[in-house]
């Protein structure tokens, strides 16, 4: 039947695919440093959340903020009293 | 050298011996997955992730059964958890699709080439397979890409060779029910 055939023919053509020369090398690699080991899927979808929050956390952060008011408050400091010239200028003095 | 005594010269503290073992069965650990998730790059990982197993549970291994049916069923144990763990990480599987879209134009266009030359009856072969139940498609895979006997299967599955049997007859008629509108017209 053709649809058996087909079946065959599609398998067949997944069995021709062979796997990476270095697939043995790779496996030996990963068993003698099992420390370096793909981050789970978990972990992954976690800190792309983590930095979504933090981008929002800031952008929220930011909208809330409001900058101190801009009212200039000057010190108006008359230093007659400190620096007396008149005094300096009193030729009664003298 | 058997693969028992390879394994008891592991055990016993040369490692380096269980790359005979990793070069001796990689290619049927490859074929079956590949029978799984029919890509090259996920058959490689998966691969390695059922090799990392077995070496990690090798002393476990009392001999009982050949090396060989200890490590099929590490595979289609593997190869099972993997295919489940997609589908309920389909959400995950789209955005990382999207992502790959957005950021690398290249890749996408290495799957777009790769999905056209894919024609739509092999698209639905790969369907049908991947829609059987999940005994079913052990069973068939295990006929069809490993070339393995009804006895064979039924030993790693643990099964009777009847039942083996049916469940390959099963498999093959819901293949062929699934494809009659699709392909071979």
Known sequence: MNIEKDIQEYILREKKINP???LATRIMTRIETPG?????????????????????????????????????????????DIEGFAYFNLESDE | MSDQQVIDEILLGNQSLFRL?????????????????????????LTQDIFVKAWESLSTFKGDAVFSTWLYRITINSCINHVEKKKRNIFLELAEEWMNKLFNSESTAKDSQQQMEETEQEVAIR?????????????FVLSAYDELSQKEIAVIMQRT?????????????????????????
């Open chain 2, 21 to 45: 073992l990793v070069e001796k069965y990689q290619s049927m650990v490859f074929t079956t997955a590949m029978g799984f998730v029919h890509s090259k790059e996920d058959a490689e990982d």
């Open chain 1, 36 to 80: 370096q080991r793909m981050a789970p899927r978990w972990q992954s979808a976690f800190l792309a959340a983590s930095i979504l929050f933090a981008v929002l956390l800031g952008i929220g952060l930011g909208k809330v903020y409001s900058p101190v008011s801009e009212t200039y408050a000057g010190l108006s400091i008359d230093d007659s």
């Open chain 2, 127 to 139: 369907r049908a397979i991947d829609s059987l139940p999940v005994n079913q498609r052990t069973v």
């Open chain 2, 161 to 185: 060779e009847g039942a083996v049997e049916q469940l390959l007859q099963r498999a093959k008629t819901n293949l062929r029910k699934k494809l009659a509108h699709s392909v071979g017209n």
């Open chain 1, 20 to 22: 990476n020369p270095w």
